[in-house]
């Protein structure tokens, strides 16, 4: 008979039951479910990084960086991106910033103003932060750098 779509079967032999394991004695792998007598192993107990009592591999690695609890996140955004993206006259923010696509996420302090690239709008910037050249080059274009 040949193999059609219609009686499609796996070879003899090819498959088999999985063992359930702890459903009585007769099934030949009853009382301790394939475990063994006692200890850790038969207990559920070992979690999956544990290696034996070895030193942990987390506790192996030696400690990386610093952490400034103190420091503040801005979203940094250059002025050039700005006058890309917006008319001479409009009022940017960083509300303003996320729903044009310029960033993608504010940052906790909110966002810094770098003077990389040029400006040629005059634009109203509310911003948390403006680097001294890009405050310079936004007033030189006739707008206004406003820190909120």
């Known amino acids: 008979m040949a193999n059609e779509l219609s009686n499609l079967k796996p070879s003899p032999g090819s498959t088999k039951a999985r063992k359930r394991v702890g459903r009585g004695e007769g099934s030949g792998k009853g009382k301790t479910a394939g475990r063994g007598t006692k200890g850790q192993g038969a207990r559920n107990t070992i979690h999956p ?25 801005y979203t940094e955004v250059t002025i050039e991106k700005i006058s890309a993206k917006f008319k001479k006259g409009d009022t940017v923010d960083a509300s303003v910033l996320k729903a044009a696509g310029v960033i993608a996420k504010i940052e906790k302090h909110g966002i810094k103003v770098l003077g990389n690239g040029d400006i040629d709008k005059a634009l109203t910037i509310k911003a948390a932060k403006f680097t001294k050249s890009a405050a310079e080059k936004i007033s030189a274009a006739g707008g206004t750098a406003e820190v909120v």
Do not use: D, V, W
């Open 49 to 73: 990084r544990f290696e034996g009592g070895q030193m942990p591999l987390q506790r192996r690695l030696p400690k990386r960086g610093f952490n400034n609890i103190f420091g503040k996140r």
